[in-house]
């Protein structure tokens, strides 16, 4: 599972890039499909990033059997799962009961957003009463940022009205409601609080220990920096070595020690690994300071876009090889795939059969299917 060389001023056993990939996979359900739950599956992530409504289906269809969009639409509206930002500040998809755990947690990361952007915005506001102002309206109906700020403007006529709106955002819970984030549907980001459309009040004494081991099973093994980086947070390194004795240790070929829970499953290297295509905004290229455990860094500029878009990639033997993106017109459907690298044979036609499934979930509706490998 793990060799027995040792990197030097680390401790534990040096597990290869491999090895951490693999491990990701299990975790990721992506080794194999599973048969857990939609809600299970979205708690075993821990979160699905979704800055856009879509993303949360194909990262759900490619990690889960037999998948369909209306299981996912139907624990939005029926509020088992909520749309709400939290790690890093970005909107994610997350179950109920998460939210209220999790959401506390993140505070910090919240906070330092808003003062990075509006910070000298803000100065010389009384930030409570426009906290107290701003929860009244999104709970008296749900509202757009701009239809709050413009609100809010009535009574603070001299502080940008999107700045005003970041108050919101920051200090009250708000969560998208639908019809955002239903499959088929469209519209406007509209907000309440998390209390308001669940009926239920953030938790009073929530775990950092808890949140950072769910992280370690989604997405272990880790130095303290991926934690940082995955949620946002920082100085997390004396909550980590409070849980040390709970967690077994390894090290990266670089050196770096890497964090574990005891039973979490690390598969062989040579684990066959089958294509898969990953949803834009993948959390798996979020959630580490370094990713070479599953994107060559040479590769990043071809996902990682100059205005913030991560892009839909696809794996090959379990590591980024390209990019994806679906074109539909009235009566068609087409697979565009750019692949960063020759594929051998029999990978380019294994691809191919997931891409045929993947057009099957995302537009079986269209009459012709298609797909299409542009080049660099």
């Given at each position: 599972m793990s060799s027995s060389r040792r990197a030097k001023g680390a401790t534990g056993p040096v597990l290869e890039t491999r090895q951490l990939n693999r491990a990701l996979l299990e975790r990721q359900m992506l080794l194999r499909r599973s048969n857990v739950s939609v809600?299970?599956?979205?708690?075993?992530?821990?979160?699905?990033?979704?800055?856009?409504?879509?993303?949360?289906?194909?990262?759900?269809?490619?990690?889960?059997?037999?998948?369909?969009?209306?299981?996912?639409?139907?624990?939005?509206?029926?509020?088992?799962?909520?749309?709400?930002?939290?790690?890093?500040?970005?909107?994610?998809?997350?179950?109920?009961?998460?939210?209220?755990?999790?959401?506390?947690?993140?505070?910090?990361?919240?906070?330092?957003?808003?003062?990075?952007?509006?910070?000298?915005?803000?100065?010389?506001?009384?930030?409570?009463?426009?906290?107290?102002?701003?929860?009244?309206?999104?709970?008296?109906?749900?509202?757009?940022?701009?239809?709050?700020?413009?609100?809010?403007?009535?009574?603070?006529?001299?502080?940008?009205?999107?700045?005003?709106?970041?108050?919101?955002?920051?200090?009250?819970?708000?969560?998208?409601?639908?019809?955002?984030?239903?499959?088929?549907?469209?519209?406007?980001?509209?907000?309440?609080?998390?209390?308001?459309?669940?009926?239920?009040?953030?938790?009073?004494?929530?775990?950092?220990?808890?949140?950072?081991?769910?992280?370690?099973?989604?997405?272990?093994?880790?130095?303290?920096?991926?934690?940082?980086?995955?949620?946002?947070?920082?100085?997390?390194?004396?909550?980590?070595?409070?849980?040390?004795?709970?967690?077994?240790?390894?090290?990266?070929?670089?050196?770096?020690?890497l964090f574990d829970l005891p039973d979490a499953p690390l598969p062989p290297a040579d684990t066959i690994a089958p294509p898969r295509f990953l949803s834009e905004f993948d959390n798996m290229l979020l959630s580490y300071s370094d990713r070479s455990r599953i994107l060559d860094e040479k590769y990043k500029p071809l996902v990682f876009t100059i205005n913030g878009i991560i892009r839909s990639t696809f794996l090959i033997d379990g590591f980024v090889r390209g990019t994806w993106k679906i074109e539909q017109k009235k009566d068609s459907a087409a697979l565009i795939i750019q692949s960063f690298e020759k594929l051998s044979p029999a990978d380019h036609d294994a691809l191919v059969e997931e891409g045929y499934k993947l057009l099957t979930f995302a537009a079986g509706d269209s009459l012709t299917h298609d797909i299409q490998f542009n080049p660099l």
């Open positions: 809600l299970e599956a979205i708690r075993q992530l821990v979160a699905i990033q979704s800055q856009a409504p879509n993303p949360p289906y194909f990262a759900l269809w490619t990690r889960l059997e037999n998948f369909q969009q209306e299981q996912l639409s139907a624990l939005i509206t029926e509020r088992q799962v909520v749309r709400i930002a939290l790690m890093r500040s970005t909107i994610h998809l997350v179950s109920a009961s998460d939210c209220l755990e999790m959401r506390p947690l993140l505070q910090p990361v919240l906070e330092k957003g808003m003062v990075s952007t509006y910070g000298k915005m803000l100065q010389n506001t009384d930030l409570e009463a426009i906290i107290e102002a701003g929860r009244t309206l999104v709970e008296e109906q749900p509202r757009t940022f701009n239809e709050l700020g413009n609100l809010l403007a009535l009574q603070w006529p001299n502080v940008e009205q999107s700045a005003l709106s970041a108050v919101i955002r920051t200090f009250v819970p708000l969560v998208q409601i639908p019809p955002r984030g239903v499959w088929g549907l469209s519209g406007q980001a509209t907000h309440t609080s998390a209390e308001a459309w669940l009926g239920l009040s953030l938790a009073n004494s929530p775990s950092l220990e808890e949140m950072l081991l769910r992280y370690l099973g989604a997405y272990g093994p880790a130095t303290i920096k991926d934690m940082q980086i995955w949620s946002g947070l920082s100085k997390l390194r004396e909550t980590v070595e409070q849980l040390r004795p709970r967690l077994r240790t390894f090290s990266d070929e670089k050196g770096n020690e």
